[in-house]
């Protein structure tokens, strides 16, 4: 059984956790999230993560190992929901070999 807990890493450096909590938490970040979004961050899972990620490399214990998995799946399924601003092409333009008319103007 402790063969297969030193198999498994956490899929970020704990160093990581902290550096995405400290840009979350940013003045920068901030007025951008509030900017774009209309409200501020909410960080705390940045810093639960790090301190899960420690626990994790001090004690390997399932239940961090489990939190950290469901963080990153709660991750990447956030970031799946929203559709592409763009329709993604599944063959290149037909005339995609011909050379641009750089002297033509694009609104004709």
Same mark, same amino acid.
């Given at each position: 059984m402790a063969g297969s807990h030193s198999l498994w890493r956490p899929p970020r450096s704990c160093d990581v956790y902290w550096s995405e909590f400290k840009h979350c938490k940013s003045l920068?970040?901030?007025?951008?999230?509030?900017?774009?979004?209309?409200?501020?961050?909410?960080?705390?899972?940045?810093?639960?993560?790090y301190y899960t990620c420690k626990e994790w490399e001090k004690n390997? @214990?399932? =239940?961090?190992? %489990? @939190?950290? =998995?469901?963080? %990153?799946r709660k991750r990447v399924a956030e970031q799946r929901k929203f559709t592409p601003v763009w329709?993604?092409?599944?063959?290149p333009p037909a005339d995609w070999h011909l050379p641009l008319n750089q002297d033509k103007p694009q609104d004709s």
């Open positions: 920068f970040n901030r007025f951008h999230e509030y900017y774009t979004y209309g409200k501020s961050p909410d960080c705390q899972q940045w810093k639960q993560d390997h @214990s399932t =239940q961090a190992k %489990e @939190s950290l =998995q469901e963080s %990153e329709e993604l092409r599944k063959t």
